[in-house]
Structures are given as C-alpha cells and as structure tokens.
C-alpha cells in the first residue's frame, strides 16, 4: 500500500453492487473503477493529480522534460519538487511523508501518471501496464519508450487548454471542484468506458459460442 494509504480501503470499489460481483469483473475494469471512485470521493486527490499531469505534458511540450529513455526518472523528479512544495499544505501529504525517488510514494505516483497520460491518449510513444499502484508496489510496469515517437496528442492539447482555463479561476474551491470534474472526465471516458466496453464485447463473444444464456444480468457487471 503506497500512495497516501490511509483511506486506500474505502476507495477500493465503484459502489457495494461493484463490490459483491467483483470476480466478474476483468482486474482492468476494477482498478478503472477504482481510480472512478477515489478521485470523485477525494477531491484534493484529484487536485493534486491533475495538476502533476498537467505539468508533466506542459514540461513535455515545452522541453523542460526530454522525450527519452530518462522520462520516467524526469516525471519521478517532477513528482519530488511538487510534492515537496504542497506538503504540509494538504492535508492528505503530511510533512513526515517520505519523498525521496525510491519512495513507494513516488514510483507509484509516477506510474499512475503515466498510466494517466497513456492510457487517457494523450501521449504517444509510451507503453505502460494498466495495473492496480496502490494495493503494492508492482515489481515490473512493463515501461515501453520509443524516444523518437515520443509526442503529446489532440487529447493532450485539449487537456492542458481544459487545465490552463481553470487556472484563471481566482477562487480556490471553484478551481478544487474543475480540476476534480478535469480529471474524472479523463477516467471515466478513457479508463472505465473502455474497459467496460471490453469486457461486455468478451461476454457477447463468450455467449455467442456457447449459444445460449441471458446477457443482461452479465452485462451489469461490466457498466
């Protein structure tokens, strides 16, 4: 257990009807879900998440972050100094929190962004496994970088344009609950969406070779 663990349970399905059928969902979809529930339950979560994207496709864009094999290490760098600057601040990030770039806190954070970026289509040229960082640390994330493809998208542009919208907002709670809206838009559409729709396109396959059974109790486990 890692990233800001002490709430890590309560955040671990969708809702209780997710929860009770939760060997009938694929371990994408339930970490989807997952992810749906913790940012949208925690806004300042969501705050601190979406801004550390914003500003690692942002250093990306503008060169402060290189697109090479060193880009995790440049993300985890990022992770370090905002972390370093809002702890204290935030009730969830204490000042006894361990930041140095071996921490569990930083690596999983790290993944969790790329998987963020990747996996919400917003960067190109880097691979990432789209497995559950918060129950422990994953040993291997299957980390993919082709330097020279390495590259920011439309869904990139429309994000930080999203994001750079929001940071003219004077009042800080209006900014808390845009950023918290930002970054559920990017789960539930690209992560819980896709997911979901896999696994109902398995169970039409699977129901069509077997020739019988009823998918609407099968397909509920899937939206």
Do not use: W
Not at 89 to 116: C, G, H, M, N, R
Request: with cysteine; charged share 25%; proline share 1%.
């Amino acid at each position: 257990m890692n990233i800001f663990d002490q709430d890590y349970p309560e955040y671990r399905y969708a809702d209780e009807a997710t929860s009770k059928h939760s060997d009938k969902l694929t371990d994408e979809l339930k970490y989807a879900l997952h992810l749906e529930k913790m940012f949208s339950s925690n806004k300042n979560f969501a705050f601190i998440y979406c801004n550390v994207l914003a500003f690692f496709l942002l250093g990306l864009e503008s060169g402060l972050i290189k697109k090479d094999k060193l880009i995790v290490d440049s993300l985890k760098k990022l992770i370090v100094e905002y972390f370093s600057y809002i702890k204290g601040k935030i009730d969830v990030l204490p000042k006894s929190t361990d930041l140095s770039l071996d921490s569990e806190l930083v690596k999983s954070s790290a993944y969790l962004v790329l998987q963020l970026a990747e996996q919400g289509f917003m960067l190109q040229g880097v691979t990432i496994k789209f497995t559950d960082v918060f129950n422990s640390a994953p040993s291997n994330m299957n980390i993919t970088v082709k330097s020279s493809k390495i590259c920011l998208t439309d869904h990139a542009d429309a994000f930080l344009n999203d994001f750079k919208f929001i940071q003219e907002i004077g009042d800080y709670s209006k900014r808390l609950d845009k950023l918290s809206t930002l970054l559920g838009e990017v789960i539930t559409s690209d992560f819980v969406e896709k997911y979901a729709i896999r696994k109902c396109k398995k169970l039409k396959n699977r129901s069509k070779q077997q020739g019988k059974g009823d998918l609407r109790l099968s397909l509920s486990f899937c939206l």
